[in-house]
């Protein structure tokens, strides 16, 4: 069993920047990739970013395309999402999720986007924008 627990979140004026960080124990981490998502208040949980764990490649929904980057640490089996230039509509809880597959399997990007390839998921942290 995987646990996730984020970190960094909290309330920051448009235009900020914050980092999100993401802890996996319980077991060293060996799946395919991790995640990020968001749900604001009212709205349907989408999907932010993801990076493949073996090659780190990564995957953004347009919205965040040159504002927000993810990485990770295989050592530390921690992921990382770095919020710049951050606006009202980022506003939300966001979520780190683990896909448990094999690290060998590269799938198409809609498989990393889609919330039901993820096994495991952390409590949430909420992110304010104020404008």
């Known amino acids: 069993q995987v646990q996730l627990v984020e970190s960094g979140g909290g309330l920051v004026q448009t235009g900020g920047s914050l980092r999100l960080s993401c802890a996996a124990s319980g077991r060293t981490f060996s799946g395919n990739c991790m995640g990020w998502f968001r749900q604001a208040p009212g709205k349907e949980r989408e999907f932010v970013a993801a990076i493949r764990w073996s090659d780190s490649s990564t995957y953004y929904v347009d919205s965040v395309k040159g504002r927000f980057t993810i990485s990770r640490d295989n050592a530390k089996g921690t992921v990382y999402l770095q919020m710049n230039n951050l606006e009202p509509e980022d506003t939300a809880d966001y979520y780190c999720?683990?896909?448990?597959?094999?690290?060998?399997?590269?799938?198409?990007?809609?498989?990393?986007?889609?919330?039901?390839?993820?096994?495991?998921w952390g409590q949430g942290i909420q992110v304010t924008v104020s404008s």
């Open positions: 999720a683990a896909d448990g597959t094999s690290p060998s399997y590269y799938g198409n990007r809609n498989y990393y986007t889609r919330a039901r390839t993820y096994d495991y």
